[in-house]
């Protein structure tokens, strides 16, 4: 896969890039990353790729003339390789986005930064705008490289067991299920039995039971997409509620029942008075 980041400041990319997964991509060969700034296409001695914006307000904008030959030099003038923006009011990144890039061959993102960019490189150069959240960074370089980082490693090979990238969050729509690692007992804590268990299909189960569970607790919104649930879901989702709820009502009878016998301690151990 090729990438090219349109950015004023190629050196965090390059920075950021060249450690952990998406550096050994590209020491691999499955990732060839390039960084091109637009002040690289000024004329002027300043270098200048901002401008105040037409009708007054706070800020400044890039100017169109730099930006879009930066776009033309990542292309190299092919409409059909995809342009990203990253920009706040784009739509949401998601897993399923960075699937879909993953698949691609080339890809170029453009960083934008100040007020933003002018719209009509937008209208005229970008293919879609992405935002990774609801709020404002400085710069875009950032997103891209969030962006970067959760598509190259779904890039096959990257990864040291391809099975990883399959039994994460958001993977098939749910939230990832809980992970535990030696030693068995930590701090007084311990784990699953089930995951001692040697049970393959039982920790399978486990597992889809915790990733159900997490979702519907943690993210009403993915749960919502997940309905209606298969048979084989919600019998899971059956049997650890009804377990859940055997189990609150047993620890409630043992409160209860401690209660009861440490009164009835106290009321032996009182003093008896006699009657005069």
């Known amino acids: 896969?090729?990438?090219?980041?349109?950015?004023?400041?190629p050196e965090l990319i390059?920075?950021?890039?060249?450690?952990s997964i998406v550096g050994r991509a590209q020491a691999s060969g499955s990732l060839e990353l390039h960084c091109i700034?637009?002040?690289?296409?000024?004329?002027?001695?300043?270098?200048?790729?901002?401008?105040?914006?037409?009708?007054?307000?706070?800020g400044m904008v890039m100017k169109p003339e730099p930006v879009v030959?930066?776009?033309?030099?990542?292309?190299?003038?092919?409409?059909?390789?995809?342009?990203?923006?990253?920009?706040?009011?784009?739509?949401?990144?998601?897993?399923?986005?960075?699937?879909?890039?993953?698949?691609?061959?080339?890809?170029?993102?453009?960083?934008?930064?100040?007020?933003?960019?002018?719209?009509?490189?937008?209208d005229g150069w970008i293919t879609r705008a992405v935002?990774?959240?609801?709020?404002?960074?400085?710069?875009?370089?950032?997103?891209?490289?969030?962006?970067?980082?959760?598509?190259?490693r779904l890039l096959p090979g990257v990864l040291g067991n391809e099975s990883s990238a399959h039994e994460e969050s958001f993977e098939g729509g749910v939230l990832e299920y809980p992970h535990y690692t030696r030693p068995?007992?930590?701090?007084?804590?311990g784990i699953p039995e089930v995951l001692t268990s040697g049970h393959h299909a039982n920790v399978a189960k486990w597992r889809r039971t915790q990733a159900l569970v997490r979702t519907r607790a943690r993210r009403p919104d993915l749960w919502e997409k997940l309905l209606p649930l298969s048979k084989a879901d919600q019998k899971l989702l059956a049997a650890h509620d009804a377990q859940q709820a055997q189990d609150e009502a047993t620890a409630s009878n043992n409160e209860a029942t401690a209660s009861a016998r440490a009164e009835q301690s106290v009321r032996v151990d009182e003093p008896v008075s006699n009657p005069v």
């Open 131 to 152: 935002s990774i959240g609801d709020y404002v960074l400085t710069g875009g370089e950032l997103a891209a490289l969030v962006m970067l980082d959760a598509t190259v």
């Open 184 to 189: 068995a007992v930590f701090r007084e804590r």
């Open 37 to 58: 700034n637009p002040r690289d296409f000024t004329s002027d001695r300043h270098r200048t790729v901002d401008d105040y914006p037409f009708g007054g307000g706070a």
């Open 69 to 122: 030959a930066a776009i033309e030099a990542a292309t190299g003038g092919d409409p059909t390789i995809p342009v990203l923006l990253t920009a706040p009011d784009g739509e949401p990144f998601t897993q399923a986005l960075a699937q879909e890039l993953a698949s691609l061959p080339r890809l170029v993102f453009v960083c934008g930064h100040y007020e933003g960019i002018d719209e009509r490189v937008r």
């Open 1 to 9: 896969m090729r990438v090219e980041v349109v950015t004023l400041f």
């Open 14 to 19: 390059e920075q950021a890039t060249s450690h």
